[in-house]
């Protein structure tokens, strides 16, 4: 089969493998062409960690929803701000400021990134600040809190990371409201099985670098 073929063969296994939760194609390492393969085949919901080509590909591809998935500088909040379909990596007030002044009259849907991982050079929110965090996020007009994302450690302790992020997201929405976004291509299964809305999947489905 050619690699093309292949891919979408993928996509279509995870797409029924993972039914109601929804997959992100995590595109940030995959050039255009491969990206054109997996719009043909019917996806739409892509999640870029580079602002510039968040841009660049929503301007090109509008027809599809592109997810801010990775850190953002205050000085590229605008890209964000216009462009993105939901921001997943919000971890900081001053540059959530940033964003809203530039989404231009519409509400952006924005995941705050818990830092579940216990490492301190990991981005994210820590656990014990995320409600001081959400309410703070809640008084900025033009953004609306819509859920937590997380990234599960290297190693041990995959599953308890995930637990903790489900019960975080609980404990803020009063329930199972509210988007639960985790896992990777290492650690997806885990996560769909901890209770994940949104998984985020770059080198299972487009192959490793
Ligand atoms: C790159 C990236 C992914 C996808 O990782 P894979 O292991 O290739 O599936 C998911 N989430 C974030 C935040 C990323 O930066």
Known sequence: MDPHQEMVSRWQALKSELDQVKLLAVSK???????QVLIDAGETEFGESRPQSLRDRAEK?????????????KNK????????AMWHSCDD??????????????????LIQVNIAGN?????????????FAHDLSQIEGLKLAGLMGMGPQGEGVRDAFRQLRSLRDNLFGGSFGELCMGMSNDYRIAVEEGATIVRLGSMLFGSR
């Open 77 to 84: 909040a605008k890209y964000i701000g216009r462009h993105a």
């Open 29 to 35: 390492y995959t050039p255009d062409e491969m990206v």
């Open 93 to 110: 007030i001053a540059t959530a400021e940033a964003v809203a002044r530039s989404v231009e009259g519409r509400v952006l849907p924005v």
């Open 120 to 132: 301190p050079n990991q981005r994210g929110v820590a656990p014990d600040k995320v409600a001081a």
């Open 61 to 73: 591809w509008p027809q599809c929803n592109w997810h801010m998935i990775g850190p953002l500088q």
